[in-house]
């Protein structure tokens, strides 16, 4: 039996799950209707570990590792703990911190919500891009086209065209726009430069986390991997 198809067995909140060698922890857990926060994730695309909301405790020889379960990948006896109070605290402040990033984005509060974000203490930024790399590599990898990269580092990071035009060998399938998380069910709400605040709906969305902690949200993101929690 090879490894592409050799099952392995572990465990994820205590539950006993099967999934096949290769797979990763986050899909794993997703296919069992375990839901684990995540941005950047999507289950044809390799990941990137990038936005960090789907951490989780990776326990061995009684030593716990906090890691991304999108990069890590199953292996045999595996012990997966996923919503620890030290798990849920560390997501629910990177949930903050991209609401801050992105205020307008309804994706990206649906998720704060899912990690029980009730206020941000974090300035807004908002920013049009949270570099979670989505178009960049549905472009690539789906698509296989790579009009689209990320340029600059640190603070000037962000996703470019080739000299900023659209390219000619760029499909026109628009993945780009479609998976990106500012433009999934956007913010219909005011957020003009230098106002940038939640608007009523937002804001009473964030206050009902407590009302819905733990629950799916419905929060899109699931769209394509087949998240067994997602609502038609
Ligand atoms: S529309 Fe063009 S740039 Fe966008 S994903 Fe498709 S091929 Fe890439
Ligand atoms: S443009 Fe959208 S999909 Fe692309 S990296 Fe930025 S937030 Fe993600």
């Known amino acids: 039996m090879n490894g592409t198809n050799r099952y392995v067995t572990l465990k994820i909140d205590g539950a006993i799950v099967h999934a096949m060698?290769?797979?990763?922890?986050?899909?794993?857990?997703?296919?069992?209707?375990?839901?684990?926060?995540?941005?950047?994730?999507?289950?044809?695309?390799?990941?990137?570990?990038?936005?960090?909301?789907?951490?989780v405790e990776h326990?061995?020889?009684?030593?716990?590792k906090v890691t991304a379960s999108c990069t890590l990948e199953v292996e045999e006896g595996m012990v997966i703990l996923a919503h620890t109070e030290k798990i849920l605290k560390a997501r629910k402040n990177i949930a903050e911190m991209l609401v801050a990033e992105a205020p307008n984005s309804r994706a990206i509060q649906d998720i704060a919500v899912r990690c029980g974000v009730k206020n941000v203490r974090y300035p807004f930024?908002?920013?049009?891009?949270?570099?979670?790399?989505?178009?960049?590599?549905?472009?690539?990898?789906?698509?296989r086209s790579k009009s689209l990269g990320f340029v600059g580092r640190g603070?000037?990071?962000?996703?470019?065209?080739?000299?900023?035009?659209?390219?000619?060998?760029?499909?026109?399938?628009?993945?780009?726009?479609?998976?990106?998380?500012?433009?999934?069910?956007?913010?219909?709400?005011?957020?003009?430069?230098?106002?940038?605040?939640?608007?009523?709906?937002?804001?009473?969305?964030?206050s009902m986390a407590k009302d819905i902690e733990d629950t799916c949200v419905s929060c899109r993101l699931g769209d394509g991997f087949d998240c067994v929690r997602k609502r038609s």
């Not at 930024?125 to 698509?143: D, H, S």
């Open 21 to 55: 060698a290769g797979t990763s922890v986050l899909d794993t857990a997703l296919s069992y209707g375990i839901c684990i926060p995540h941005l950047c994730h999507m289950k044809d695309l390799m990941p990137a570990g990038l936005c960090r909301l789907c951490i």
């Open 155 to 206: 603070s000037e990071r962000r996703v470019a065209l080739p000299l900023n035009e659209r390219p000619e060998y760029c499909k026109k399938c628009n993945a780009c726009i479609d998976l990106c998380p500012m433009t999934i069910t956007p913010c219909p709400g005011p957020m003009k430069k230098g106002e940038e605040y939640l608007c009523g709906l937002c804001e009473s969305q964030l």
């Open 125 to 143: 930024r908002n920013k049009a891009c949270v570099l979670c790399g989505r178009c960049v590599r549905a472009c690539g990898e789906i698509w």
């Open 59 to 64: 326990v061995k020889n009684g030593k716990s």
